[in-house]
Nanobody, 123 residues
Framework: QVQLVESGGGLVQTGDSLRLSCAASGGTFSRYAMGWFRQAAGKEREFVAAIGWSSTAYSDSVKGRFTISRDNAKNTVYLQMNSLKAEDTAVYYC??????????????????WGQGTQVTVSS
């Protein structure tokens, strides 16, 4: 059974950095697109970043500040978040799309999700 477990969230100040991790189990995840999404209070879940076999994709709001990477040997995906802003405050979710190796933002096509990790940026 596929399981995704996020970690690394916390409370930081504006301008700080955090690195989120997503540990996957129950499959060979190097073949799949993995994504990070976030949901702020009262808002819809939105795309943050995704990674495929050799390419990445980012939302405009995080491009240049966040970096997604993966360690296939550890079945783990990371999200390095730099220059954090108050508007980055949200619950961050990891997800996998087992139907493609190409990264994308189409939230409904990701078929397994983690439980989320809270990131709070204090201004």
């Amino acid at each position: 059974q596929v399981q995704l477990v996020e970690s690394g969230g916390g409370l930081v100040q504006t301008g700080d950095s955090l690195r989120l991790s997503c540990a996957a189990s129950g499959g060979t995840f190097s073949r799949y697109a993995m994504g990070w999404f976030r949901q702020a209070a009262g808002k819809e879940r939105e795309f943050v970043a995704a990674i495929g076999w050799s390419s990445t994709a980012y939302s405009d709001s995080v491009k240049g500040r966040f970096t997604i990477s993966r360690d296939n040997a550890k079945n783990t995906v990371y999200l390095q978040m730099n220059s954090l802003k108050a508007e980055d405050t949200a619950v961050y979710y990891c997800a996998v799309d087992r139907n493609t190796v190409r990264p994308h933002f189409r939230i409904k096509e990701y078929d397994y999700w983690g439980q989320g990790t809270q990131v709070t940026v204090s201004s």
